[in-house]
Antibody, heavy 118, light 107 residues
Framework: EVQLVESGGGLVQPGRSLRLSCTAS????????MSWFRQAPGKGLEWVGF??????????EYAASVKGRFTISRDDSKSIAYLQMNSLKTEDTAVYYC?????????WGQGSLVTVSS | DIQMTQSPSTLSASVGDRVTITCRAS??????LAWYQQKPGKAPKLLIY???SLESGVPSRFSGSGSGTEFTLTISSLQPDDFATYYC?????????FGQGTKLEIK
């Protein structure tokens, strides 16, 4: 059974940093791209960014709204994907989802709430 | 970025009804479109991919059609479990974008 479990969310002040982790199981993590999405309270879904598998260079892409502030990385030996969020803004408040990315998104984590507030 | 426009934003229907949700892309995305169902407090669930392919385990009352810029999601006979919010997503390029969502409510 595929499982994606996010951790690391919480309350953080504007301008500070936070790192989310996504622990994967039930599939060959290293063979897959991983994406992060977010959903602000009462709003729709927004793609944040993704990281390709090592076979495709392990490179990353980001939405314009987070580029330069957020960084996605992966540790294939531990089956973990990370989302490092720096210079957080109040508008980054959202539930953050880790996903397996086939273009279509077939597996989602349960979500981790990040609240940016003073 | 490719803009995705869903309609309607809200849809009221009854159990047993046939309903259709439309998604339009601002430029051609071929068939690179997925549909998701989301219930309150839960992660989205993949229903349809590549415009018309049914995800494993999804009931056959769900179907998708379209290509290019016009797409539809149809539920042939609404069941109580289907009342939720539905999103389309384009994955024609890596700048994934979603429609704004359609909330399907009980009439």
């Amino acid at each position: 059974e595929v499982q994606l479990v996010e951790s690391g969310g919480g309350l953080v002040q504007p301008g500070r940093s936070l790192r989310l982790s996504c622990t994967a199981s039930g599939f060959t993590f290293g063979d897959n791209a991983m994406s992060w999405f977010r959903q602000a309270p009462g709003k729709g879904l927004e793609w944040v960014g993704f990281i390709r598998s090592k076979a495709y260079g392990g490179t990353t892409e980001y939405a314009a709204s987070v580029k330069g502030r957020f960084t996605i990385s992966r540790d294939d030996s531990k089956s973990i994907a990370y989302l490092q969020m720096n210079s957080l803004k109040t508008e980054d408040t959202a539930v953050y989802y880790c996903t397996r990315d086939l273009g279509r998104i077939d597996y989602w984590g349960q979500g981790s709430l990040v609240t940016v507030s003073s | 970025d490719i803009q995705m426009t869903q309609s309607p934003s809200t849809l009221s229907a009854s159990v047993g009804d046939r309903v259709t949700i439309t998604c339009r892309a601002s430029q051609s995305i071929s068939s690179w479109l997925a549909w998701y169902q989301q219930k309150p407090g839960k992660a989205p669930k993949l229903l349809i991919y590549k415009a018309s392919s049914l995800e494993s385990g999804v009931p056959s009352r769900f179907s998708g059609s379209g290509s290019g810029t016009e797409f539809t999601l149809t539920i042939s006979s609404l069941q109580p479990d289907d009342f939720a919010t539905y999103y389309c997503q384009q994955y024609s390029n890596y700048l994934y974008t979603f429609g704004q969502g359609t909330k399907l409510e009980i009439k």
